[in-house]
Protein backbone atom coordinates (compact mmCIF):
# COMPACT_ATOMS: atom_id res chain seq x y z
CA UNK A 1 0.00 0.00 0.00
CA UNK A 2 1.30 3.47 -0.74
CA UNK A 3 1.42 6.43 1.37
CA UNK A 4 -1.48 7.67 0.81
CA UNK A 5 -3.56 4.82 1.12
CA UNK A 6 -2.71 4.44 4.23
CA UNK A 7 -3.33 8.45 4.85
CA UNK A 8 -6.64 7.32 3.63
CA UNK A 9 -7.62 4.43 5.83
CA UNK A 10 -6.02 7.12 9.19
CA UNK A 11 -8.52 9.56 7.59
CA UNK A 12 -11.50 7.13 8.23
CA UNK A 13 -10.50 6.18 11.48
CA UNK A 14 -9.68 9.88 12.46
CA UNK A 15 -13.17 10.76 11.78
CA UNK A 16 -14.59 8.09 13.57
CA UNK A 17 -12.47 9.04 17.01
CA UNK A 18 -13.58 12.50 16.61
CA UNK A 19 -17.17 11.16 16.39
CA UNK A 20 -16.43 8.59 19.57
CA UNK A 21 -15.16 12.24 21.59
CA UNK A 22 -18.19 13.81 20.65
CA UNK A 23 -17.38 16.25 17.79
CA UNK A 24 -20.17 17.19 16.01
CA UNK A 25 -20.51 15.38 12.42
CA UNK A 26 -20.12 18.23 10.45
CA UNK A 27 -17.11 19.35 11.93
CA UNK A 28 -15.65 15.83 12.37
CA UNK A 29 -16.44 14.91 8.80
CA UNK A 30 -14.42 18.38 7.56
CA UNK A 31 -11.70 18.28 10.07
CA UNK A 32 -10.41 15.05 9.03
CA UNK A 33 -10.93 15.68 5.31
CA UNK A 34 -8.77 18.59 5.81
CA UNK A 35 -5.57 17.56 7.97
CA UNK A 36 -5.06 14.13 6.36
CA UNK A 37 -5.58 15.72 3.02
CA UNK A 38 -2.87 18.63 3.86
CA UNK A 39 -0.80 15.58 4.75
CA UNK A 40 -1.03 14.04 1.37
CA UNK A 41 -1.30 16.77 -0.97
CA UNK A 42 -0.92 20.15 0.75
CA UNK A 43 -3.46 22.93 0.26
CA UNK A 44 -3.45 22.52 -3.72
CA UNK A 45 -6.03 19.44 -3.21
CA UNK A 46 -8.74 22.01 -1.63
CA UNK A 47 -8.74 24.26 -5.16
CA UNK A 48 -11.22 22.08 -6.41
CA UNK A 49 -13.30 22.11 -3.15
CA UNK A 50 -15.26 25.63 -3.93
CA UNK A 51 -16.46 24.15 -7.49
CA UNK A 52 -18.06 20.91 -5.32
CA UNK A 53 -19.32 23.27 -2.43
CA UNK A 54 -21.49 25.31 -5.46
CA UNK A 55 -22.40 21.74 -6.80
CA UNK A 56 -24.07 20.94 -3.71
CA UNK A 57 -25.47 24.41 -2.88
CA UNK A 58 -27.06 24.47 -6.17
CA UNK A 59 -28.12 21.37 -7.29
CA UNK A 60 -31.93 22.02 -8.27
CA UNK A 61 -33.07 18.72 -6.76
CA UNK A 62 -32.05 19.48 -3.64
CA UNK A 63 -34.99 22.43 -3.62
CA UNK A 64 -36.94 19.72 -2.60
CA UNK A 65 -35.41 18.74 0.38
CA UNK A 66 -36.42 22.02 2.60
CA UNK A 67 -40.12 21.38 1.03
CA UNK A 68 -40.97 18.32 1.69
CA UNK A 69 -39.05 18.85 5.33
CA UNK A 70 -41.88 21.77 5.49
CA UNK A 71 -44.57 19.77 4.20
CA UNK A 72 -43.68 17.43 6.93
CA UNK A 73 -43.63 19.50 9.87
CA UNK A 74 -46.71 21.44 8.78
CA UNK A 75 -48.84 18.32 8.80
CA UNK A 76 -47.29 17.22 12.08
CA UNK A 77 -48.46 20.38 14.11
CA UNK A 78 -51.78 20.22 12.00
CA UNK A 79 -52.52 16.99 14.53
CA UNK A 80 -53.20 14.85 11.11
CA UNK A 81 -51.65 11.96 12.88
CA UNK A 82 -54.34 12.15 16.09
CA UNK A 83 -56.97 12.00 13.85
CA UNK A 84 -56.05 9.89 11.82
CA UNK A 85 -55.03 6.98 14.39
CA UNK A 86 -59.11 7.93 16.11
CA UNK A 87 -60.43 6.73 12.79
CA UNK A 88 -58.09 4.10 11.90
CA UNK A 89 -58.26 2.70 15.45
CA UNK A 90 -61.86 2.30 15.13
CA UNK A 91 -61.68 1.19 11.93
CA UNK A 92 -59.20 -1.49 12.61
CA UNK A 93 -60.81 -2.15 16.28
CA UNK A 94 -62.48 -5.46 15.85
CA UNK A 95 -58.85 -7.62 15.54
CA UNK A 96 -56.67 -8.28 18.00
CA UNK A 97 -54.00 -6.45 17.60
CA UNK A 98 -56.23 -3.71 15.64
CA UNK A 99 -54.72 -0.69 17.34
CA UNK A 100 -51.22 -1.80 16.58
CA UNK A 101 -52.36 -2.65 13.26
CA UNK A 102 -54.00 1.36 13.04
CA UNK A 103 -50.37 2.66 13.88
CA UNK A 104 -48.77 0.83 11.35
CA UNK A 105 -51.37 1.94 8.78
CA UNK A 106 -50.75 5.43 10.11
CA UNK A 107 -46.96 5.12 9.76
CA UNK A 108 -47.69 4.22 6.53
CA UNK A 109 -49.64 7.20 5.37
CA UNK A 110 -47.61 9.60 7.70
CA UNK A 111 -44.34 8.57 6.20
CA UNK A 112 -45.63 9.30 2.41
CA UNK A 113 -46.51 12.47 3.90
CA UNK A 114 -44.52 13.78 6.06
CA UNK A 115 -41.17 11.34 5.90
CA UNK A 116 -39.93 13.10 9.29
CA UNK A 117 -38.88 10.20 11.73
CA UNK A 118 -38.44 11.77 14.76
CA UNK A 119 -41.57 14.11 14.49
CA UNK A 120 -43.33 10.85 13.38
CA UNK A 121 -42.08 8.53 16.51
CA UNK A 122 -42.90 11.12 19.45
CA UNK A 123 -46.07 11.27 17.68
CA UNK A 124 -47.39 8.27 17.79
CA UNK A 125 -45.84 7.75 20.87
CA UNK A 126 -47.56 10.41 22.66
CA UNK A 127 -50.77 9.62 21.24
CA UNK A 128 -51.29 5.70 21.49
CA UNK A 129 -48.92 4.37 23.98
CA UNK A 130 -50.21 5.26 27.15
CA UNK A 131 -53.49 4.26 25.68
CA UNK A 132 -51.84 0.80 24.27
CA UNK A 133 -50.55 -0.17 27.92
CA UNK A 134 -54.01 1.43 29.29
CA UNK A 135 -55.81 -1.61 27.00
CA UNK A 136 -53.27 -4.48 28.28
CA UNK A 137 -50.73 -4.20 25.25
CA UNK A 138 -47.56 -6.09 25.39
CA UNK A 139 -45.06 -3.27 26.08
CA UNK A 140 -42.57 -4.59 23.92
CA UNK A 141 -44.92 -5.14 21.34
CA UNK A 142 -46.34 -1.60 21.51
CA UNK A 143 -42.56 -0.02 21.86
CA UNK A 144 -41.38 -1.83 18.69
CA UNK A 145 -44.51 -1.87 16.64
CA UNK A 146 -44.39 2.74 17.04
CA UNK A 147 -40.48 2.65 16.72
CA UNK A 148 -40.77 0.55 13.59
CA UNK A 149 -43.78 2.60 12.14
CA UNK A 150 -42.44 5.65 13.10
CA UNK A 151 -39.44 4.88 10.51
CA UNK A 152 -41.65 3.88 7.16
CA UNK A 153 -41.10 7.23 5.97
CA UNK A 154 -37.25 6.51 5.18
CA UNK A 155 -38.10 4.28 2.56
CA UNK A 156 -41.97 5.06 1.42
CA UNK A 157 -41.38 8.26 -0.49
CA UNK A 158 -40.88 11.36 -0.39
CA UNK A 159 -38.41 9.86 1.82
CA UNK A 160 -34.82 12.18 2.22
CA UNK A 161 -33.19 9.09 2.18
CA UNK A 162 -34.08 8.66 -1.80
CA UNK A 163 -33.43 12.27 -2.59
CA UNK A 164 -29.84 11.69 -0.96
CA UNK A 165 -29.73 8.58 -2.75
CA UNK A 166 -30.69 9.66 -5.93
CA UNK A 167 -28.06 12.55 -5.90
CA UNK A 168 -25.07 9.66 -4.92
CA UNK A 169 -25.96 7.24 -7.48
CA UNK A 170 -26.84 9.61 -9.90
CA UNK A 171 -30.39 8.29 -10.78
CA UNK A 172 -33.41 10.58 -11.10
CA UNK A 173 -35.77 11.35 -8.02
CA UNK A 174 -38.80 9.81 -9.44
CA UNK A 175 -37.35 6.80 -10.72
CA UNK A 176 -36.01 6.12 -7.09
CA UNK A 177 -39.32 7.33 -5.53
CA UNK A 178 -40.72 4.45 -8.44
CA UNK A 179 -38.55 2.09 -7.04
CA UNK A 180 -39.30 2.45 -3.17
CA UNK A 181 -42.92 2.21 -3.63
CA UNK A 182 -43.48 -1.66 -3.60
CA UNK A 183 -40.52 -2.29 -1.22
CA UNK A 184 -41.63 0.12 1.23
CA UNK A 185 -44.94 -1.44 1.33
CA UNK A 186 -44.09 -5.18 1.60
CA UNK A 187 -41.97 -3.77 5.03
CA UNK A 188 -45.53 -2.46 5.90
CA UNK A 189 -47.39 -5.79 5.08
CA UNK A 190 -44.63 -7.72 7.31
CA UNK A 191 -45.42 -5.50 10.15
CA UNK A 192 -48.93 -6.13 10.04
CA UNK A 193 -48.41 -10.07 9.24
CA UNK A 194 -46.04 -10.47 12.70
CA UNK A 195 -48.51 -8.17 14.99
CA UNK A 196 -51.42 -10.53 13.92
CA UNK A 197 -48.98 -13.06 14.61
CA UNK A 198 -48.22 -12.28 18.03
CA UNK A 199 -51.74 -11.44 18.42
CA UNK A 200 -53.07 -15.04 17.81
CA UNK A 201 -50.12 -16.26 20.02
CA UNK A 202 -50.86 -14.18 22.84
CA UNK A 203 -54.46 -12.92 22.81
CA UNK A 204 -54.28 -11.22 26.25
CA UNK A 205 -50.98 -9.20 24.97
CA UNK A 206 -53.20 -7.68 22.04
CA UNK A 207 -56.69 -7.06 23.11
CA UNK A 208 -59.24 -5.84 20.59
CA UNK A 209 -60.75 -2.69 20.65
CA UNK A 210 -63.55 -2.44 23.78
CA UNK A 211 -66.90 -2.72 22.69
CA UNK A 212 -67.95 0.38 23.69
CA UNK A 213 -65.50 2.09 22.07
CA UNK A 214 -66.79 0.95 18.60
CA UNK A 215 -69.81 1.40 18.84
CA UNK A 216 -68.99 5.07 19.98
CA UNK A 217 -69.59 6.51 16.28
CA UNK A 218 -72.22 4.98 14.12
CA UNK A 219 -71.54 3.40 10.89
CA UNK A 220 -72.14 6.55 8.84
CA UNK A 221 -71.41 8.73 11.29
CA UNK A 222 -67.51 6.90 11.33
CA UNK A 223 -67.67 7.01 7.80
CA UNK A 224 -67.70 11.00 7.81
CA UNK A 225 -65.72 11.46 9.29
CA UNK A 226 -63.25 8.90 7.46
CA UNK A 227 -63.77 10.90 4.46
CA UNK A 228 -62.88 14.36 6.50
CA UNK A 229 -59.86 13.11 8.00
CA UNK A 230 -58.61 10.39 5.59
CA UNK A 231 -59.09 12.22 2.44
CA UNK A 232 -56.87 15.52 2.39
CA UNK A 233 -53.87 13.64 3.10
CA UNK A 234 -54.52 11.05 0.71
CA UNK A 235 -54.83 14.15 -1.85
CA UNK A 236 -51.94 15.22 -0.65
CA UNK A 237 -50.12 11.96 -1.01
CA UNK A 238 -51.40 11.25 -4.22
CA UNK A 239 -51.42 14.62 -5.47
CA UNK A 240 -47.60 14.56 -5.19
CA UNK A 241 -46.42 11.42 -5.54
CA UNK A 242 -48.57 10.80 -8.16
CA UNK A 243 -47.37 13.92 -10.17
CA UNK A 244 -43.71 12.78 -9.68
CA UNK A 245 -44.06 9.29 -10.45
CA UNK A 246 -46.70 9.84 -13.63
CA UNK A 247 -44.01 12.71 -15.06
CA UNK A 248 -46.03 15.57 -14.52
CA UNK A 249 -43.88 17.41 -12.43
CA UNK A 250 -40.74 17.43 -11.33
CA UNK A 251 -40.16 16.36 -7.53
CA UNK A 252 -39.28 20.06 -6.66
CA UNK A 253 -42.26 21.39 -7.86
CA UNK A 254 -44.53 18.58 -6.96
CA UNK A 255 -42.57 19.33 -3.17
CA UNK A 256 -43.54 23.07 -3.56
CA UNK A 257 -46.95 21.72 -4.44
CA UNK A 258 -47.37 19.28 -1.43
CA UNK A 259 -45.41 22.01 1.23
CA UNK A 260 -48.64 24.48 -0.51
CA UNK A 261 -51.55 21.96 -0.09
CA UNK A 262 -49.86 20.94 3.67
CA UNK A 263 -50.67 24.75 4.18
CA UNK A 264 -54.41 24.46 3.03
CA UNK A 265 -54.88 21.28 5.19
CA UNK A 266 -53.99 22.91 8.20
CA UNK A 267 -56.29 25.80 7.35
CA UNK A 268 -59.25 23.36 6.88
CA UNK A 269 -58.77 21.95 9.81
CA UNK A 270 -58.66 25.66 11.48
CA UNK A 271 -55.19 25.18 13.10
CA UNK A 272 -53.15 27.71 10.60
CA UNK A 273 -51.94 30.56 12.40
CA UNK A 274 -48.93 32.99 12.37
CA UNK A 275 -47.33 31.52 15.46
CA UNK A 276 -47.55 28.01 13.80
CA UNK A 277 -46.36 29.12 10.28
CA UNK A 278 -43.07 30.42 12.44
CA UNK A 279 -42.54 27.62 14.42
CA UNK A 280 -42.57 25.23 11.11
CA UNK A 281 -40.55 27.91 9.37
CA UNK A 282 -38.42 27.62 11.87
CA UNK A 283 -38.52 23.87 12.67
CA UNK A 284 -37.88 23.19 8.60
CA UNK A 285 -34.49 25.86 8.69
CA UNK A 286 -32.86 23.84 11.66
CA UNK A 287 -33.76 20.61 9.86
CA UNK A 288 -32.19 21.75 6.68
CA UNK A 289 -28.97 23.29 7.80
CA UNK A 290 -28.10 20.34 9.61
CA UNK A 291 -28.79 18.39 6.10
CA UNK A 292 -26.96 20.70 4.52
CA UNK A 293 -23.89 21.65 6.48
CA UNK A 294 -23.16 17.93 6.54
CA UNK A 295 -23.55 17.81 2.48
CA UNK A 296 -20.90 20.33 2.63
CA UNK A 297 -18.63 19.01 5.28
CA UNK A 298 -18.59 15.44 3.36
CA UNK A 299 -17.09 17.27 0.64
CA UNK A 300 -14.38 18.00 2.02
CA UNK A 301 -14.09 14.20 2.71
CA UNK A 302 -15.04 12.87 -0.21
CA UNK A 303 -12.28 15.15 -2.53
CA UNK A 304 -9.59 14.11 0.49
CA UNK A 305 -10.41 10.11 0.03
CA UNK A 306 -10.83 10.45 -3.70
CA UNK A 307 -7.16 12.28 -4.24
CA UNK A 308 -5.48 9.76 -1.45
CA UNK A 309 -6.84 6.87 -3.81
CA UNK A 310 -9.17 5.61 -1.64
CA UNK A 311 -11.59 5.24 -4.02
CA UNK A 312 -9.27 2.47 -5.96
CA UNK A 313 -8.04 0.42 -2.29
CA UNK A 314 -11.84 -0.10 -2.17
CA UNK A 315 -11.75 -1.48 -5.09
CA UNK A 316 -9.00 -3.85 -4.43
CA UNK A 317 -10.70 -4.71 -1.37
CA UNK A 318 -13.57 -5.92 -2.79
CA UNK A 319 -12.06 -7.48 -5.83
CA UNK A 320 -9.88 -9.83 -3.25
CA UNK A 321 -13.39 -11.37 -1.71
CA UNK A 322 -14.57 -14.96 -2.99
CA UNK A 323 -17.49 -14.78 -5.00
CA UNK A 324 -17.46 -11.81 -7.16
CA UNK A 325 -20.63 -9.55 -7.02
CA UNK A 326 -22.59 -11.18 -5.24
CA UNK A 327 -20.05 -11.54 -2.14
CA UNK A 328 -19.66 -7.83 -3.01
CA UNK A 329 -22.94 -6.57 -2.52
CA UNK A 330 -23.38 -8.89 0.69
CA UNK A 331 -20.45 -7.65 2.50
CA UNK A 332 -21.60 -3.69 1.83
CA UNK A 333 -25.01 -4.96 3.17
CA UNK A 334 -23.68 -6.09 6.22
CA UNK A 335 -21.42 -3.77 7.06
CA UNK A 336 -24.08 -0.54 6.39
CA UNK A 337 -26.09 -2.92 9.16
CA UNK A 338 -23.20 -2.48 11.44
CA UNK A 339 -22.27 1.11 11.18
CA UNK A 340 -26.22 1.74 11.66
CA UNK A 341 -25.29 0.83 15.15
CA UNK A 342 -23.49 4.00 15.59
CA UNK A 343 -24.33 6.31 13.08
CA UNK A 344 -27.25 7.86 11.29
CA UNK A 345 -28.27 7.47 7.59
CA UNK A 346 -26.93 10.38 6.45
CA UNK A 347 -24.09 10.06 7.63
CA UNK A 348 -23.67 6.51 6.50
CA UNK A 349 -24.96 8.35 2.57
CA UNK A 350 -22.24 10.68 2.03
CA UNK A 351 -19.56 8.67 4.37
CA UNK A 352 -19.69 5.09 3.69
CA UNK A 353 -21.45 5.15 0.43
CA UNK A 354 -19.45 7.37 -1.79
CA UNK A 355 -16.31 4.82 -0.71
CA UNK A 356 -18.13 2.02 -1.94
CA UNK A 357 -20.64 2.76 -4.53
CA UNK A 358 -18.06 3.53 -7.39
CA UNK A 359 -16.72 0.00 -7.67
CA UNK A 360 -20.68 -1.10 -8.16
CA UNK A 361 -21.29 1.21 -11.02
CA UNK A 362 -18.20 0.33 -12.92
CA UNK A 363 -19.47 -3.45 -12.24
CA UNK A 364 -22.91 -2.80 -14.08
CA UNK A 365 -24.56 -3.38 -10.79
CA UNK A 366 -28.27 -1.99 -11.00
CA UNK A 367 -27.87 1.31 -9.67
CA UNK A 368 -32.08 1.66 -8.73
CA UNK A 369 -32.08 -1.76 -7.07
CA UNK A 370 -28.54 -1.40 -4.86
CA UNK A 371 -30.12 2.14 -3.95
CA UNK A 372 -33.14 0.56 -2.58
CA UNK A 373 -31.10 -1.89 -0.98
CA UNK A 374 -29.39 0.67 0.73
CA UNK A 375 -32.41 3.00 1.57
CA UNK A 376 -33.78 -0.75 3.40
CA UNK A 377 -30.39 -1.31 5.27
CA UNK A 378 -30.24 2.40 6.41
CA UNK A 379 -33.69 2.36 7.78
CA UNK A 380 -32.51 0.26 10.37
CA UNK A 381 -29.93 2.53 11.50
CA UNK A 382 -33.07 4.37 13.19
CA UNK A 383 -34.11 0.72 15.04
CA UNK A 384 -30.33 -0.98 16.21
CA UNK A 385 -29.25 0.20 19.82
CA UNK A 386 -26.83 1.64 21.01
CA UNK A 387 -27.80 4.58 19.00
CA UNK A 388 -31.13 4.09 17.05
CA UNK A 389 -33.34 7.61 17.06
CA UNK A 390 -36.09 5.81 16.97
CA UNK A 391 -35.43 4.35 20.43
CA UNK A 392 -34.52 7.70 21.81
CA UNK A 393 -37.38 10.09 20.73
CA UNK A 394 -39.34 6.79 21.88
CA UNK A 395 -37.95 7.12 25.21
CA UNK A 396 -37.69 10.58 25.45
CA UNK A 397 -42.01 11.04 24.79
CA UNK A 398 -42.87 7.97 26.69
CA UNK A 399 -44.64 7.13 30.55
CA UNK A 400 -42.47 6.58 33.23
CA UNK A 401 -43.26 2.81 33.96
CA UNK A 402 -41.46 2.24 30.07
CA UNK A 403 -38.26 1.06 30.64
CA UNK A 404 -35.29 0.92 27.95
CA UNK A 405 -35.09 -3.15 28.23
CA UNK A 406 -38.66 -3.02 26.91
CA UNK A 407 -37.77 -0.44 23.83
CA UNK A 408 -35.30 -2.77 22.83
CA UNK A 409 -37.00 -6.05 23.54
CA UNK A 410 -39.11 -4.51 21.51
CA UNK A 411 -37.39 -3.78 18.28
CA UNK A 412 -35.86 -6.60 17.91
CA UNK A 413 -38.67 -8.33 15.86
CA UNK A 414 -38.99 -5.73 13.74
CA UNK A 415 -35.10 -5.38 12.83
CA UNK A 416 -35.36 -8.87 11.85
CA UNK A 417 -38.05 -8.01 9.67
CA UNK A 418 -36.30 -5.53 8.14
CA UNK A 419 -33.68 -7.96 7.49
CA UNK A 420 -36.04 -10.41 5.79
CA UNK A 421 -37.16 -7.54 3.83
CA UNK A 422 -34.04 -7.34 2.37
CA UNK A 423 -33.40 -10.78 1.81
CA UNK A 424 -36.54 -10.93 -0.61
CA UNK A 425 -35.31 -7.87 -2.30
CA UNK A 426 -31.60 -9.12 -2.20
CA UNK A 427 -33.00 -12.08 -4.05
CA UNK A 428 -35.94 -10.71 -6.30
CA UNK A 429 -34.74 -7.42 -8.23
CA UNK A 430 -37.77 -6.97 -9.42
CA UNK A 431 -39.32 -5.78 -6.51
CA UNK A 432 -37.78 -2.72 -6.86
CA UNK A 433 -37.07 -2.39 -10.95
CA UNK A 434 -40.47 -3.44 -11.75
CA UNK A 435 -42.52 -0.18 -11.65
CA UNK A 436 -40.04 2.16 -12.74
CA UNK A 437 -39.22 -0.25 -16.17
CA UNK A 438 -43.52 0.08 -15.85
CA UNK A 439 -43.83 3.41 -15.88
CA UNK A 440 -41.03 3.97 -18.47
CA UNK A 441 -37.87 5.26 -16.86
Known amino acids: MSPNEWLAIGMILGFFVLLTVGMPVGIGIALAGFVFGMLGFGETLFNLLPARIYGVVTKYEFLAIPLFIFMGVMLERSRVAEQMLDVVGVLAGRLRGGMALA ?11 TGIVGATVVTLTLLTLPVLLRRGYNKGLACGTICASGTLGQIIPPSLVLILLADITAQSVGTLFA ?6 LLLAALYCLYILGFAHLYPESAPPLPVEERRALPGLALLRRAVWVLFPPLLLI ?37 AMLREVSQMTTRISAMIFFILIAAQVFALSFRGLRGEGMVADMFAFLPGGIT ?12 LGFFLEW ?9 LFLPFFMSAGVDPVWLAILISLNLQTSFLTPPFGWALFFLKGAAP ?22 LVILFAWPPLATWLPQAIGW
Open 238 to 274: FGVLGSIIGGLAAPTEAAAVGAFISILIAALYGRLTI
Open 327 to 338: TAVIFMMVLLFI
Open 103 to 113: IVIVGVLLGAS
Open 346 to 354: VEISYIALP
Open 400 to 421: PGVATSDIYRGVIPFIGIQIVA
Open 179 to 184: AAMLPG
